[in-house]
């Protein structure tokens, strides 16, 4: 009797999802980008065309860290909620970086007061 339970066949499909494809693009930190976002526009480098980017690397949107493939894809995407809620969060307060983690975590310089006098 028995058999093979017939739910074992179907299997997953847990890598075929758009966003763990998505993940493996590397993405900046939010402080990295809130950095670029801070220069003035005469320090911003010119988009180099690199064949391996979307749209030659021509089609940038610098709050969300993404390329894309031509003109009216990109401005579609700033029409989106997920980067009018991105542009949001970059014109707030200045975003947490490592060095606060450590020093939140206690892993910073230790603070052991101000020096006194020796007594000699």
Do not use: W
Request: a positive charge.
């Amino acid at each position: 009797m028995g058999g093979k339970c017939p739910h074992r066949s179907v299997k997953k499909r847990r890598y075929s999802h758009k966003q763990f494809r998505r993940t493996k693009f590397l993405v900046k930190g939010d402080d990295a980008v809130y950095d670029d976002l801070l220069k003035p526009e005469e320090q911003r480098k010119e988009l180099p065309i690199d064949e391996d980017l979307p749209g030659m690397g021509q089609y940038y949107c610098m709050h969300c860290d993404r390329y894309f493939a031509n003109v009216t894809v990109r401005d579609e995407h700033f029409k989106t909620k997920k980067h009018r809620k991105r542009v949001k969060i970059m014109m707030g307060p200045k975003p947490h970086t490592q060095l606060d983690a450590d020093l939140a975590a206690g892993m910073g310089m230790p603070d052991n007061g101000p020096k006194l006098m020796s007594m000699s």
